[in-house]
């Protein structure tokens, strides 16, 4: 069977960052990714990330990505992509099928999951109409693939992929018709939603879509007020001429493979659900797995790298790659930036959140 | 804190919901205690069939069409479809031994009052037009029929609430001891006792470790069963199928059938299952391994290969998920249903191996008839636990 000292699942800004770190201690590490690109969602940020000097603040997602890739590159990072992890086995043997033909199974000594996370969807009469898609989704099509998903957009939530994805859509030469958000006030930076708010966009809170018509297409959306229960106002209907509607729901971290593996999960209503238990080296209950980035709990690029950085960071060490005093100045520097990116008004909660899955008792 | 009731039933899966349900509707007052959360044990864990042609002509065979009629009542009472469907099924038969075995097997079936035939290639790809051809005939019966477990136990639940049965879930029992009245109380961990004078072991593959707590002899062995899902695609063929090789072995133990590695170590033999979410459940292996529920990469591998033997234009279909599921298997390949003799006012009703789901009804109105005392059914004698009493 063919060995690794460490097996990284998923290159996304998580995946991409773990296995560098772990390369740059020495570790051989191979990365796998089932899409026909790395970079996982990197390369369709076309914004300017926030965060401080260190977290790359002011530079565009997709430069990241760019430099991360030259740097796994510099490194001789071992990067198989169309290949897809089916499943883990007596917690350190991955079994992956490549190009959808060869199948095997790698001994990982270490494994490290950064599988990333799903979009949520919101169901409504309509909502399997073509023509409703993921906000996720309709960015994929316009920053990679440079499709417009539709001329006239409905956008269903407010939070930063909602009002990001909007102003990309704006850009790409779609209208966006309205941005509803159910909630009574809005979810998103307000530097971005102001950009979307400036070009003369509707939002409507506390509002969600009642139903989707068309024949064989979204043809238009009825919108509807909610009161305090969240619950639609008889009379308040109306509706909106759009072809396409996006969903920026949320995220739900894609645990599968960790919990296939036998992970003990913990619950996070603010993280985004289930997620597996982890501790400050991004260490699982299985002594073998590691997790960074969204699957252990949706937060944002810049704090999925630096928690990839850890898990390679302990991984490696783990493997007795680096010497202990290393290791720990190393391990103190990538907190110390993971504290950063959680405080403030936004990041307290997720600072709270990601106490209380540490916390639980471990499995 | 205590819980009296009149009945308490332990194990809440298909089979210890079905005897909570039918009980409470014969006006007692049932608690169902489990140990895990819904659907956590074999009726969680297993395809969807209420399959009439794996079934031994007798009382397995007997029970599978009474229990198909209580399900069109239950659906009726529950005013739910709870996912039924009547694809009809095909045993799919590779060389003449094998033919040979099914043609007598089918005719017993028949005489016990099961539309069942062997049809030729041509009848076979009209069908199935996507099957191998190196298969040479095949039975057919469009009794087989499916329904849905988790949307069953959904509804014996909630139904069975609504006329008073109570489900304690996530609270094992640790201990059974009876007391000077002749009544049981069942300690649970989180320190609540319940008091009946009627226990019922539905526990399934855990059974033997409840009847071990009042000195009954269930002797009941996990049976992992490995099943991959696929994504959802267009109906390969009109039915669903199974591979006879498996009944034939079943059926009869002095033939010595022509296995492979796998299908020898991993007990595997095909099953192909459409469900309602337009996915199709592929089976199975038929393992002893303890109570480890996990998947393998080896099992997950064997059925693929499996199935492509079946049917090559599989290849091009992904699987989503593998799931396993503890199969309750007994000595005999029949369940345990009655009361122990010697242990008054405790049953058994578990090791249903593969028929959980298509026998959950009759087990529940037959397991509710004996509580209450009503008149004997001289053919159950069979499916006594006393069976096993002197093993």
Sequence with gaps: ?363 | MTHAADVLVIGGGIIGLSCGFYLTKRGKRVCVLDSGGFADGASGACDDMILFQSKKPGINLELTFESLELYKSLRAEVDDNLGFANLGGMVLIENQQELEIMEEFVSQQRSYGLDVEVIDKREIHKKQPFLSDHIIASTYSKMDSQIDPFAVMRAFERKGSSYGMKVFRRNGVVGIERIGNGDYLVSTQDGTVFQAPIVVNAAGTWAGQIGEMVGANVPITPKRGQIIITERVPPIGETNLWSAKYLVTKLRNDVVVDLNEDERSMGLSFAFTRSGGDTYLVGSTREYVGFDKGTTIGGIRAIINQTLKYLPRLRDVNFIRAIAGLRPSTPDGRMLLGEHAGIDGFFTAAGHEGDGIALAPITGTLLAAMVCRDPGDHRLDELSPNRFANL
Excluded at chain 1, 174 to 186: R, S
Excluded at chain 1, 324 to 345: D, K, P, Q, T, V
């Design chain 1, 1 to 363: 069977m063919m060995e690794r000292d460490i097996v990284v699942i998923g290159s996304g800004p998580a995946g991409l960052c773990a296995a560098i770190e772990a390369a740059e201690a020495g570790a051989k590490v191979l990365l796998v990714d089932e899409n026909a690109k790395p970079g996982g969602q990197l390369f369709k940020q076309i914004h300017k990330f926030f965060g401080s000097r260190e977290h790359s603040a002011g530079v565009r997602g997709i430069d990241i990505g760019t430099l991360l890739l030259q740097k796994a590159e510099e490194l001789d990072i071992e990067v198989w992509l169309n290949t897809e992890a089916c499943g883990i086995f007596d917690q350190d043997k991955v079994w992956v099928v490549r190009d959808k033909s060869t199948s095997l199974t790698i001994h990982a000594k270490r494994i490290i999951l950064a599988t990333g996370a799903n979009e949520n969807v919101v169901n409504f009469p309509g909502w399997t109409l073509p023509g409703v898609m993921g906000a996720g989704a309709a960015q994929t099509m316009i920053n990679i693939h440079r499709v417009l998903p539709g001329r006239k957009i409905l956008m269903i939530g407010s939070g930063n992929v909602g009002v990001i994805v909007s102003y990309q859509l704006l850009q790409a030469g779609a209208q966006v018709k309205a941005v509803v958000e159910a909630a009574p006030q809005l979810g998103g930076y307000g530097v971005h939603t102001a950009k979307v708010r400036r070009a003369g966009v509707p939002f409507y809170t506390g509002h969600t879509v009642l139903e989707a018509h068309g024949t064989d297409h979204v043809e238009s959306a009825v919108i509807v007020k909610l009161d305090a229960a969240w619950k639609p106002i008889a009379g308040t209907e109306f509706s909106v001429d759009v072809d396409t509607i996006c969903i920026a729901a949320g995220l739900t971290p894609a645990v599968e493979l960790a919990f296939g593996a036998g992970c003990r999960s913990v619950n996070s209503p603010v993280l985004g659900g289930l997620v597996p238990w982890h501790d400050e080296s991004m260490r699982t209950s299985i002594p073998s797995i590691y997790i960074a980035g969204d699957v252990s709990g949706v937060e944002e690029a810049s704090t999925a790298m630096e928690e990839g950085r850890m898990a390679g960071l302990s991984a490696a060490h783990s493997l007795g790659y680096l010497e202990a005093s290393r290791y720990r100045s190393r391990f103190e520097a990538i907190n110390h930036n993971l504290l950063a990116l959680r405080s403030g008004m936004f990041g307290q909660k997720r600072r709270d959140a990601k106490e209380a899955i540490m916390a639980a008792r471990k499995g």
